[in-house]
């Protein structure tokens, strides 16, 4: 699965920046999505995904303020993001499987593949 992310950006604080995905994959919709962030020094983070059943998943810091979607006519997955925080700032990837459990949406390991990962930077 090649994935091909884009969207990403300078934002103000409490503005909204919608991150893409497309896939290039026949069965995109039998494939559990996931976003994960990371910033330098640190590990991988789970910001959301979307499994092939159409259920949502969040990581804590982000629910109520990000929604993940997807349209599998289009094989492309979004992430629409607001009220952006300063925090928030980090190099946004997706990721592709065709396996993930429920128990493990939110572990990188469980994605065998992944994006190039797009900069967002939210200013205070």
């Known amino acids: 699965v090649q994935l091909q992310a884009s969207g990403g950006g300078l934002v103000q604080a409490g503005g909204s920046l919608r991150l893409s995905c497309a896939a290039s994959?026949?069965?995109?919709?039998?494939?559990?999505m996931g976003w994960f962030r990371q910033v330098p020094g640190k590990e991988r983070e789970f910001v959301a995904a979307?499994?092939?059943?159409?259920?949502?998943y969040y990581g804590d810091s982000v629910k109520g303020r990000f929604t993940i979607s997807r349209d599998n006519a289009k094989k492309t997955v979004y992430l629409q993001m607001n009220s952006l925080k300063p925090e928030d700032t980090a190099v946004y990837y997706c990721?592709?499987?065709?396996?993930?459990?429920?128990?493990?949406?939110?572990?990188?390991?469980?994605?065998?593949?992944w994006g190039q990962g797009t900069q967002v930077t939210v200013s205070s």
């Open positions: 990721a592709a499987d065709g396996t993930v459990i429920v128990g493990r949406v939110g572990t990188p390991q469980a994605y065998d593949s």
């Open positions: 994959v026949r069965s995109f919709s039998r494939y559990s």
């Open positions: 979307i499994r092939w059943t159409g259920h949502t």
